[in-house]
C-alpha cells in the first residue's frame, strides 16, 4: 500500500520556465514532509521540507506548497535551470511507537529544455 | 566529514547465496533506515531502527533481516538472494530532531543471477 504517491513518472519544462512537481499521500499521521533530488549513481539529496503545521515554506528557487485537507503537496521550481534535472522524490515521516518512519514516492523525472 | 557510508559499492550474488550490506553513519544520529531503490517503484522502505538494539519492518521487509550493534552500524542482511532482491540499495540516517532531513549512503548495487 502506497502511503505516498508521485502520479507523473517525468516532466519535461522549457528552461526558465516553473515546474511543478505533485505528491500526494494517505496517512494523516505524517507531519513532516520533504523532498530530495536524485542524480544518476548518487544517493538521493535533502533539497527543501515542510512541517504539518504550515501550508508553504521557501528557500531560493524552491518552495513547498502543502494542503493538509487534500492531503497534498507540491514543489515549485522557477526559474527552473538545467542543473534542476534530476529525479525528485517526495518524502513523509511520522512517529511510530517512538521511531521515526520515513517514506518516499515513487519519484518524477524532471528534465529541463534549454 | 565521511556521513553515510555504505559498502560495498556494487556485488554480484548467486541465487541462494547471502550476504551482509554494511551501512555506518558518524553524526550521531539516532535513526538509521534501508531503502531498496526499483524504477517505477521509488525508494521502499525495507526496515528502520530508531536506535541501538530496535529494528522496525518498512514496506517491504520479506527476505531481509537487520542488525542494529551500536548507535553507527546498521547492516542488512540477504540469507538467500533471490533475482527479486536485484536493485539498489540505499542506507539513511537521521537526527532524533522531529523535524530535519535523513542524510543517504551513495548506494549499494546488488545484481542477483
Redesign the interface.
Known amino acids: 500500500d502506497q502511503q505516498v504517491k ?1 502520479n507523473s ?1 517525468s516532466l519535461s519544462v522549457q528552461e526558465g520556465r516553473i515546474s511543478i512537481l505533485n505528491c500526494d499521500y494517505t496517512n494523516s499521521m505524517f ?2 514532509f ?1 523532498w ?1 533530488k536524485k542524480y544518476p ?6 533539497l527543501i ?1 515542510i ?1 504539518s503545521i504550515k501550508d508553504k515554506n521557501e528557500d531560493g528557487r524552491f518552495t513547498v506548497f502543502l494542503n493538509k485537507s487534500a492531503k497534498h503537496l507540491s514543489l515549485h521550481i522557477v526559474p527552473s535551470q538545467p542543473g534542476d534535472s534530476a529525479v525528485y ?1 517526495c ?1 513523509a515521516s511520522a ?13 518524477t523525472r524532471l528534465t529541463i529544455n534549454p | 566529514n565521511a556521513g553515510v557510508t555504505q559498502t560495498p559499492k556494487f556485488q554480484v550474488l548467486k541465487t541462494g547465496q547471502s550476504m551482509t550490506l554494511q551501512c555506518a553513519q558518524d553524526m550521531n544520529h539516532n535513526s538509521m533506515y534501508w531503502y531498496r531503490q526499483d524504477p517505477g517503484m521509488g525508494l521502499r522502505l525495507i526496515y528502520y531502527s530508531a536506535s541501538e538494539g530496535t529494528t522496525d519492518k518498512g514496506e517491504v521487509p520479506n527476505g531481509y533481516n537487520v542488525s542494529r550493534l551500536n548507535k553507527r552500524e546498521f547492516s542488512l542482511r540477504l540469507e538467500s538472494a533471490a533475482p527479486s532482491q536485484t536493485s539498489v540499495y540505499f542506507c539513511a540516517s537521521r537526527a532524533p530532531s522531529l523535524w530535519v532531513e535523513a542524510f543517504f549512503g551513495q548506494g549499494t548495487r546488488l545484481t542477483v543471477v
Open positions: 508521485q513518472p507531519d513532516y520533504l530530495y549513481a548518487e544517493g538521493p539529496t535533502f521540507s512541517s522524490f518524502a512517529r511510530v511507537q517512538g521511531a521515526q518512519k520515513l517514506v518516499f514516492g515513487q519519484g
